[in-house]
């Protein structure tokens, strides 16, 4: 079964850092694009970053940049999302979401996504 | 930066054709992408490239594209289809993802 699986979500005071993983299985890990996107309680979604599927190019949305870092292990078939400086607007479900890409025939559709790990930011 | 324009919610009732659009003006040059997310629940693809249906998305489920300017329609309403809609798509520069604001589909 193909299947995403976030972790490492919880409750960070405002400054602090967090490590988020996602965990693949089903697929071939190392050919898909991967991005995070994240929906605020009650609010709509918003892509956070974006990687290639070695890794060498990284896209973030302005609003993270700088304090988000995404990565990915291929070998270990996972992505991750290092955040600092967290803030309270930083509270939100954070998804890690495929991108189909050519492999899937579906442009840059987002046709896999996880669960998601909620992420509170507060003192 | 850039952003795509939803109606915040759209009602019709059961059976009848559901239009929800989405603007922006980068859509000539980048396909657009639908996803439904029921509450509580992550949200699923619907649509891809414009107008192409995933395998397991019911037949009433459609897209078209005209200018900068993509609509997602579903003919013949379900209760099941009372979902929130997202369209999806990037910047010029195909660097940026972008959601638009979301639309809420009541099914009255």
């Known amino acids: 079964e193909v299947q995403l699986v976030e972790s490492g979500g919880g409750l960070v005071q405002p400054g602090g850092s967090l490590r988020l993983s996602c965990a693949a299985s089903?697929?071939?890990?190392?050919?898909?694009?991967m991005n995070w996107v994240r929906q605020a309680p009650g609010k709509g979604l918003e892509w956070v970053s974006y990687i290639s599927s070695s890794g060498s190019t990284i896209y973030y949305a302005d609003s993270v940049k700088g304090r988000f870092t995404i990565s990915r292990d291929n070998a270990k078939n996972s992505l991750y999302l290092q955040m600092n400086s967290l803030r309270a607007e930083d509270t939100a479900v954070y998804y890690c979401?495929?991108?189909?890409?050519?492999?899937?025939?579906?442009?840059?559709?987002?046709?896999?996504w996880g669960q998601g790990t909620m992420v509170t930011v507060s003192s | 930066s850039y952003e795509l324009t939803q109606p915040p919610s759209v009602s019709v009732s059961p059976g009848q054709t559901a239009r929800i659009t989405c603007s922006g003006d980068?859509?000539?040059?980048?396909?657009a992408y639908w996803y439904q997310q029921k509450p509580g629940q992550a949200p699923v693809l619907v649509i891809y490239?414009?107008?192409e249906r995933p395998s397991g998305i019911p037949e009433r489920f459609s897209g078209s594209s005209s200018g900068t300017t993509v609509t997602l329609t579903i003919s013949g309403v379900q209760a099941e289809d009372e979902a929130d809609y997202y369209c999806?798509?990037?910047?010029?520069?195909?660097?940026?993802?972008?959601f638009g604001g979301g639309t809420k589909l009541t099914v009255l």
């Open positions: 980068a859509l000539p040059k980048q396909y």
């Open positions: 089903g697929f071939t890990f190392s050919s898909y694009e």
């Open positions: 490239k414009d107008s």
């Open positions: 999806q798509s990037a910047d010029s520069s195909g660097t940026q993802r972008v």
């Open positions: 979401a495929r991108e189909g890409g050519a492999v899937a025939g579906l442009g840059d559709a987002f046709d896999i």
